[in-house]
């Protein structure tokens, strides 16, 4: 069939291009925040999820209730994405369950905050950089195969990999973090998720495997606890939307990534933060 016919041929309806039931998903950092509202909207809509985080107890809390919410399923596993044996120990759990995945979203991330003068370098930078860059690395390459297994063209994998908006913000210094402190590694890592989200999408496009980004502004979570607690007040009324971030707002990048309405988007970098980052009042 021509590609016209295809075209005129197409469901264009909602429901067919936001599908995404059926599809086996993996979130890590689905125990919290916007690992657990990208983890929901995928089983809200059918989808098999596996979270993955450190602590079990979050994430038996999450999963039951997501089951509860259905009508998809989620199962856990306990990992730590700090080195590559932690994220092959992962990716080897879910394939001892699953010979195809058709969605990872590389979720897990800390932050850190500190003086300039002693910035700590074991806890500030290495794990930092470990968890935030170099997991999304090995989790991606150790899981290609089955992303890649049975997909095509028109159904790709898709990667989605959690960035965030303070990659483009020049100053370390802002509401996500105490006075005096600067968020120095944390900023640099996720400029680095960006380039490396780039670097992943052309080298997958062969084996059909889309990857993206996501740069989230500010969203509830225990990342940003800090932040809303202190200054929460301040910084919905410093917003042009005179909000912060919702479930809806991420659960709607995620499932347009994750369905056949993203199908044919690659290396993009999409800001979710309803204008904060382009407004002249925008800081973190």
């Known amino acids: 069939m021509s590609d016209v016919k295809l075209i005129l041929k197409a469901d264009l309806s909602i429901p067919s291009l936001f599908n995404v039931k059926g599809k086996v998903a993996v979130v890590t950092g689905g125990s919290s925040g916007i690992g657990t509202m990208i983890a929901s909207a995928f089983v809200q809509n059918g989808a098999t999820v596996y979270i993955a985080a450190r602590k079990e107890k979050q994430l038996k809390e999450v999963c039951d209730r997501l089951n509860n919410e259905g009508p998809g399923t989620c199962y856990y596993f306990v990992a730590d994405l700090t080195t590559k044996a932690g994220c092959d120990s992962l990716t080897a759990s879910i394939k001892e369950r699953e010979s195809k995945v058709h969605i990872l979203v590389n979720n897990s991330g800390i932050s850190w905050g500190a003086p300039y003068e002693n910035f700590p370098e074991k806890e500030g930078w290495d794990r930092l950089l470990a968890l935030n860059v170099k997991s999304i690395f090995y989790l991606t390459v150790a899981l290609t195969d089955v992303l890649a297994k049975d997909a095509t063209n028109i159904d790709p994998g ?81 917003h042009p939307f005179g909000r912060l971030g919702a479930p809806r707002d991420m659960a709607g990048a995620a499932l347009f990534l994750a369905s056949p309405a993203g199908a044919y988007v690659s290396a993009a970098h999409i800001v979710v933060d309803g204008g904060n980052l382009a407004s002249a009042k925008s800081h973190l």
Not at 218 to 230: C, G, H, L, Q, V
């Open 158 to 238: 898709r990667i989605i990999n959690i960035s965030s908006v303070s990659a483009h913000v020049p100053s370390p210094y802002g509401n996500l973090s105490g006075d005096g402190n600067g968020t120095w590694s944390y900023s640099a890592s996720k400029a680095a998720v960006n380039h490396l989200t780039t670097q992943l999408a052309s080298s997958l496009a062969s084996k059909f495997i889309t990857v993206n980004a996501i740069l989230p502004g500010i969203f509830p979570s225990k990342m940003t606890k800090y932040a809303f607690n202190e200054r929460g007040t301040i910084m919905t009324n410093d």
